[in-house]
Each structure stands twice: as C-alpha cells, then as structure tokens.
C-alpha cells in the first residue's frame, strides 16, 4: 500500500468576497503535484516499483533521473492542469500501428481515460486530482520512454531470440529527447525523428499499410491443389490464378466475362509473382509456387512487421558507400549514394552452420589465398576421410603443421600417425593450397571480425545457378569476385581489370590493401521492397521469423507477471 502523501487541501476561491470553495488554487497543483511525484518514486525503492491505475510502470532506469533533474516537477501538466503536449504524444503514440506497433501496449487507453476524466472535472469547476495528475504523469513519461525506444531500437532485443544477430544498434538519450519534445512542443515530431531513415524501412511501412488493405478487404483467394499450371492451360483454378495475382498487383484485372485462359499476360504475372518471392523464374505454377501463392496475407502482414523491427536494431548510417550482404535474399549490392552499382548472388552458411549478422570494415583482399582449414572443419570433417585414405591430403593439396606461429614447422602427412588422432585430440594445422581445389577460390576479402567470416570466390560457380544457396560453413561466396575487387581497387591506378587477373596468375596469398576502407553489413530480410515498389519475400532459412513474431506480439508485463500481485494501489 502506499501511504497518503498529499494533505488535504482547502482551496480559496474569489465570489464577491472571500470564501472556501471546490477549486484547488491553481498557483499550488504543480507543487503539490511534485510532491506526489516525489514520494511515490521515494517509496518505489530500487528497482523502481510503481503501479499506476492497476499498470505497472516499466521503465525504471531513465525515469527517476529524468524527474530528479526536474526537483520531480510534472512534464505533462502545469497549474491549469494537462499540458497539450499529453495530446500531441497521444496523436504520435496512435500512429505506433504504422510502425508494426501496438498503441495499447504503451498505456494508451488509461492515458485517454484519465485525460478524460481531469477534462470533464475541469468543465465541470471541480477541483484537480494530485494524485491523478501524478498518475498522467508518471504513465505519459513510461509511455513516451518505452516508445520511444522501440522505435530507436526495437521492441525486441535481438540477442535474446537470435544468437547471431550483432549489429549494432542506433543510440540516444531518450530523456533528453523527452525534455526536447517538451521544450519544443513538437512531441509527435520528436517521435517520427526516430525511427530509421533508411528508404527500405520507409518503404515496408507502406507495404505494410497495402497489405493491411488487402486483410480488410477479405485477403486473396487460395489457389486450389492439382496439377501445375502453364500458359495455355483454362479453367476454374486459372480463373482463381488471376483473381490471386490482381490482388498483389502482379496483374491488371481483365473484365470477368473474359475467358479463364493462361495467356502470356499471366505468365508473365507468374514470372513476376516468382521473382517476388525469389522462386525459379519459368512462368509454371508448380509445387513451390502454389505453396508461396496460398501463404495467407496475415502472414505476410507479421513477416513485413518482424523485418521493420529488424530495421530498428541497425545503424542509422550505413554509410554514402557500402556493401551490403542480404544472407535470407542469397545477395550482395554495392550502394553507393543510396542506389545499387554492382549486385552478384551469393551463398551463404548453412542452417546448422549460420552466417551471422554483423557490420565490420572491409580494409584488404588476399590474391590467390591459402585456405587455413578451421579446426571444427579440420577435426569434423577432414578427419574421417583422412582415416579412410592416408592420402586425401595429398591429393588435396593440404598440407600438415605441427605448432603455431614461430614455432610451426611442416611434418609428413602419410609420417603421422592418425591411429591416436581423434576429434578430441587434433595436434595438427591444416593449409590447403592456391589452386582448382582450394575453396577460396581466387580472392578472399577480409573484413576482421570475431566470427572469421569472410567473402570469397569460389570454384564451384555452379553453385550459383541454384534458387537456394545456403552451402557454407559461414563464410560468404561470390558470384563476382574479379568485378568486386575491381571497384574496390578503383582508387589505386596501379590496379586495372588486367593486373589483376596478372597478379592472380602470379602470385600466391599476396594481400592486397584497399585504397580506402569500406563498412560491409551482414543482414537478414525475409521482407523487403524495391525501389519500383514492388515487395520481396524470401524464404526464412534460419527460422528466425517465428521467435521474431512471438516476441513481437508478446504482451507487455503486468503486476501479476512482474511478481505486483499483492501491490494495490490506493
């Protein structure tokens, strides 16, 4: 319980004479509201413990500080009661749905039911709550916080449900971006300055908001199952076909006395939807198509939320040039300026080997490179063809170290004696050779990081060709090695297309600095949209929407949750 803190309070009012009356007296409900505010926070204890109006107040860190720094004076009202600021945070916290948000996960129906409540007791001339006040306060000030951050940061931290998620996230005093908004009076202006500023974060809010539409208006049709479908194919399941692609805009809607024919204008919807969605492009509705097409817009709705929410856990600047590596798309791109100068596909790490997400600086290149056999590599998978045939090393080209650093020195593979050699006892170094069999390839390009990940050619470009590449054991192969170096190598005139592929052809392990460093980020999208609009889904491979999406639509906590139960409130 908490005790009463605020006297009881006889206002003096001016009717023709000096008299007791119903209305505080104005000049002291600041102060008698800073009372409130003081003790209450007084009688919290550490952690912060404070219910208000049977919610808990969940930000218990930047709170105290921000009233303490006011001597605990209220921010949202002032002696004639609430601030106006109350309604412009109230308009910005209604726009959280815009943002894959929830309003009402922020206090929002008390905030309007109190507001309420201290306005209909103004109009009636009945003297303001303290303690009511104190309870707008301390509720606005949670909300904005609380907000606040989940628009600068996320809702969700990514650590918790992604281990290899890294990046590093956007930073700011959220309570001094509280006082700014308001000194200012520009609450709503002051939230909307938070959010990303990235085009692709920008665009799947709209996307979002076109496929909310579609959800209001019933969704799309489910293609019914059968056998697939191609251009020159006609009846009922075709018809539904195009009812289907029209409401993605894959296609223009035709009148509906028209024929229900596979024409080449829906094979080129099909083509589109299958780009879309990045499935093999051949204008027939198979298996992996017809699935894609009957995943419900609801489901798409939470895949566009979660990967907004992946947006809030990245910098705000990627920098005016990067590259950027899309593990869920199997791409990379070079931005430069905001648009895209060089775009190659990529393999990436296997699901029970991810490639992590990370931001890190690109500064070298490494020509014609050895590869240093990594010990699980070496102790997991070399190991047992070593044991079938004494000769695989040397028929890859790999050769044997005993020791590290100085005191490494070559020994014999077939002198060793693998009989006492297991995974748990690996005494050995493995370093496989430049050449057709080493995996690098002809470039490596190196971008220190605690994963030792890397991009890297490769001479299994067949590998390429595939819809799904997900083959490595973490690092990043590239479709497009030879032109990547190139424009990297483009500030140093010693280093043309030709000497290049000269010094490749010469030399072994040569590194190679970069006349100037470049920032590579590591990211996961299973949503995104293009500059043309049109909206990318890619299949999760990680499985790293789902935890995703039920962090996201987790409820916040309440007293009974949060171990409040035997707290009431007077």
């Given at each position: 319980?908490f005790?009463?803190?605020?006297?009881t309070?006889?206002?003096i009012?001016?009717?023709?004479?000096?008299a007791?009356?119903?209305?505080v007296?104005a000049?002291?409900?600041?102060?008698?509201?800073?009372?409130?505010?003081?003790?209450?926070m007084e009688?919290?204890?550490t952690?912060l413990?404070?219910?208000?109006?049977?919610?808990?107040?969940?930000?218990?860190?930047?709170?105290?500080?921000?009233y303490?720094?006011r001597s605990?004076?209220?921010a949202?009202?002032?002696?004639?009661?609430?601030?106006?600021?109350v309604?412009?945070?109230?308009?910005g916290l209604?726009q959280?749905?815009?943002?894959?948000?929830?309003?009402e996960?922020?206090?929002?129906?008390?905030?309007?039911?109190?507001l309420?409540?201290?306005?209909?007791?103004?109009?009636l001339k009945?003297?303001l709550?303290?303690?009511?006040?104190?309870?707008?306060?301390l509720?606005?000030?949670d909300?904005?916080?609380?907000?606040a951050?989940?628009?600068?940061?996320?809702?969700?931290?990514?650590?918790?449900?992604?281990?290899?998620?890294?990046a590093?996230s956007?930073?700011a005093n959220?309570?001094?971006?509280?006082?700014?908004a308001?000194?200012?009076?520009?609450t709503e202006n002051v939230?909307?300055?938070l959010l990303?500023?990235?085009?692709?974060?920008g665009?799947l809010?709209?996307?979002l908001?076109?496929?909310?539409?579609?959800?209001?208006k019933?969704?799309?049709?489910?293609?019914?199952?059968?056998?697939?479908?191609?251009q020159?194919?006609?009846?009922?399941?075709?018809r539904?076909?195009?009812?289907?692609?029209v409401?993605?805009r894959?296609l223009?809607?035709?009148p509906?006395?028209s024929a229900?024919?596979f024409?080449?204008?829906?094979?080129?919807?099909v083509?589109?939807f299958q780009?879309?969605?990045?499935?093999?492009i051949?204008?027939?509705?198979?298996?992996a198509?017809?699935?894609?097409?009957?995943?419900p817009?609801?489901k798409?709705?939470?895949?566009?939320?979660?990967n907004?929410e992946?947006w809030?856990?990245?910098?705000?600047?990627?920098?005016s040039?990067?590259?950027?590596?899309?593990?869920a798309?199997?791409?990379?791109?070079?931005?430069?300026?905001?648009?895209?100068?060089?775009?190659?596909r990529a393999?990436v790490g296997?699901?029970?080997?991810?490639?992590?997400?990370?931001?890190?600086?690109?500064?070298y290149?490494?020509?014609?490179?050895?590869?240093?056999?990594p010990p699980?590599?070496?102790?997991?998978e070399?190991?047992?063809?070593?044991?079938q045939d004494?000769?695989?090393l040397?028929?890859?080209?790999?050769?044997l170290?005993?020791?590290?650093?100085?005191?490494?020195?070559?020994?014999?593979?077939?002198?060793?004696?693998?009989s006492?050699?297991?995974a748990?006892?690996?005494p050995?170094?493995?370093?496989q050779?430049?050449?057709p069999?080493?995996?690098?390839?002809?470039?490596?390009?190196?971008?220190?990081?605690?994963?030792?990940?890397?991009l890297?050619?490769?001479?299994?470009?067949e590998?390429f060709?595939?819809?799904?590449?997900?083959?490595s054991?973490?690092?990043?192969r590239?479709?497009k090695?030879?032109e990547l170096?190139?424009y990297?190598l483009?500030?140093?005139p010693?280093?043309?297309?030709?000497?290049?592929?000269e010094?490749?052809?010469q030399?072994?392990?040569?590194?190679?600095?970069l006349p100037?460093p470049?920032?590579?980020?590591?990211l996961y999208w299973?949503?995104?949209?293009e500059?043309?609009?049109?909206?990318h889904?890619?299949?999760?491979?990680y499985?790293?929407d789902?935890?995703?999406?039920?962090?996201?639509?987790?409820k916040?906590p309440t007293?009974?949750?949060?171990?409040?139960?035997s707290?009431k409130?007077k």
């Amino acid at each position: 319980m908490f005790p009463r803190l605020i006297p009881t309070v006889i206002a003096i009012a001016w009717a023709g004479g000096l008299a007791f009356g119903n209305r505080v007296e104005a000049a002291n409900l600041s102060e008698q509201v800073s009372d409130v505010l003081r003790g209450r926070m007084e009688a919290a204890g550490t952690p912060l413990r404070i219910l208000c109006r049977g919610e808990l107040i969940c930000e218990s860190v930047l709170l105290p500080p921000f009233y303490e720094r006011r001597s605990f004076l209220p921010a949202w009202s002032a002696d004639d009661g609430p601030r106006p600021e109350v309604d412009s945070f109230i308009r910005g916290l209604q726009q959280a749905g815009q943002e894959g948000l929830r309003a009402e996960d922020y206090h929002l129906s008390n905030i309007k039911t109190l507001l309420a409540e201290l306005r209909q007791d103004m109009a009636l001339k009945r003297p303001l709550s303290p303690e009511k006040l104190a309870d707008l306060d301390l509720m606005v000030t949670d909300s904005f916080l609380i907000y606040a951050s989940h628009l600068l940061t996320g809702r969700v931290n990514p650590e918790t449900i992604q281990a290899e998620w890294y990046a590093q996230s956007r930073k700011a005093n959220l309570d001094r971006i509280l006082q700014i908004a308001l000194d200012s009076q520009q609450t709503e202006n002051v939230l909307q300055g938070l959010l990303p500023r990235h085009p692709g974060y920008g665009r799947l809010r709209q996307a979002l908001r076109d496929y909310r539409n579609i959800a209001q208006k019933g969704g799309w049709p489910s293609v019914p199952s059968g056998p697939k479908m191609r251009q020159g194919d006609s009846g009922r399941r075709v018809r539904i076909l195009r009812a289907r692609l029209v409401s993605t805009r894959d296609l223009q809607p035709v009148p509906k006395k028209s024929a229900p024919l596979f024409d080449e204008s829906l094979d080129r919807a099909v083509r589109k939807f299958q780009l879309r969605h990045g499935l093999d492009i051949d204008g027939i509705v198979g298996p992996a198509t017809l699935a894609a097409l009957n995943v419900p817009v609801e489901k798409r709705i939470r895949q566009i939320e979660g990967n907004m929410e992946r947006w809030r856990w990245l910098p705000q600047d990627f920098g005016s040039r990067y590259i950027l590596v899309n593990i869920a798309k199997f791409g990379l791109e070079v931005i430069e300026n905001g648009r895209p100068v060089l775009t190659m596909r990529a393999i990436v790490g296997k699901p029970y080997q991810r490639t992590p997400v990370f931001s890190a600086q690109m500064t070298y290149l490494v020509l014609r490179p050895f590869w240093h056999v990594p010990p699980s590599i070496a102790e997991e998978e070399m190991l047992p063809l070593i044991l079938q045939d004494p000769n695989y090393l040397a028929k890859n080209q790999i050769k044997l170290f005993e020791g590290w650093g100085s005191a490494q020195k070559e020994i014999d593979s077939g002198a060793a004696d693998w009989s006492k050699v297991s995974a748990d006892s690996f005494p050995y170094n493995l370093r496989q050779e430049p050449g057709p069999l080493n995996p690098l390839g002809r470039i490596k390009f190196m971008f220190p990081n605690k994963f030792n990940v890397y991009l890297h050619d490769t001479p299994s470009p067949e590998l390429f060709k595939k819809t799904e590449r997900e083959f490595s054991h973490g690092c990043i192969r590239i479709e497009k090695p030879i032109e990547l170096a190139e424009y990297l190598l483009r500030g140093d005139p010693q280093w043309t297309r030709e000497s290049l592929a000269e010094a490749i052809d010469q030399s072994i392990d040569h590194t190679v600095r970069l006349p100037e460093p470049i920032p590579i980020h590591v990211l996961y999208w299973t949503a995104g949209v293009e500059e043309d609009g049109s909206v990318h889904f890619r299949k999760d491979i990680y499985e790293r929407d789902e935890p995703l999406r039920e962090a996201l639509e987790a409820k916040p906590p309440t007293p009974e949750t949060a171990g409040f139960d035997s707290w009431k409130r007077k």
